[in-house]
């Protein structure tokens, strides 16, 4: 499975962004893709995944409410719609992807066995 991120860039606090992730390769139903995010310093988290078969989605406690994952099967690309931006925000975006993932591990960043090179957000004050 092969990922390409994009669509990071500068914002202000309050503004939009919306990442995408184009998914190549050997997928199934089976298959779940997220987004994970790391902060200078600070370790990788979770932000949001969707699963490919129900379309069932989990998102990390920062990102709810303001943030939607959603899939377009037809382009085969994931998306990340990011509102009401926070300065806290501003990190490099990953996309990750994996072909079974079960619920506990969802949002462990080690469930995921591939990733795709990262997107940097910036949000200013």
């Known amino acids: 499975v092969q990922l390409q991120a994009c669509g990071g860039g500068l914002v202000q606090a309050g503004g939009s962004l919306r990442l995408s992730c184009a998914v190549s390769?050997?997928?199934?139903?089976?298959?779940?893709t997220g987004w994970f995010r790391q902060a200078p310093g600070k370790e990788r988290e979770f932000v949001a995944t969707?699963?490919?078969?129900?379309?069932?989605?989990y998102y990390a406690d920062s990102a709810k409410g303001r943030f939607t994952i959603s899939r377009n099967s037809a382009e085969n690309t994931v998306i990340l719609q990011m509102n009401n931006l926070r300065p806290e925000d501003t990190a490099v975006y990953y996309c990750?992807?994996?072909?079974?993932?079960?619920?506990?591990?969802?949002?462990?960043?080690?469930?995921?066995?591939?990733w795709g090179q990262g997107t940097l957000v910036t949000v200013s004050s």
């Open positions: 390769g050997r997928t199934y139903s089976s298959t779940v």
């Open positions: 969707i699963r490919w078969s129900g379309g069932n989605t």
């Open positions: 990750a992807a994996d072909n079974a993932i079960g619920l506990a591990t969802i949002g462990i960043r080690s469930a995921y066995k591939y």
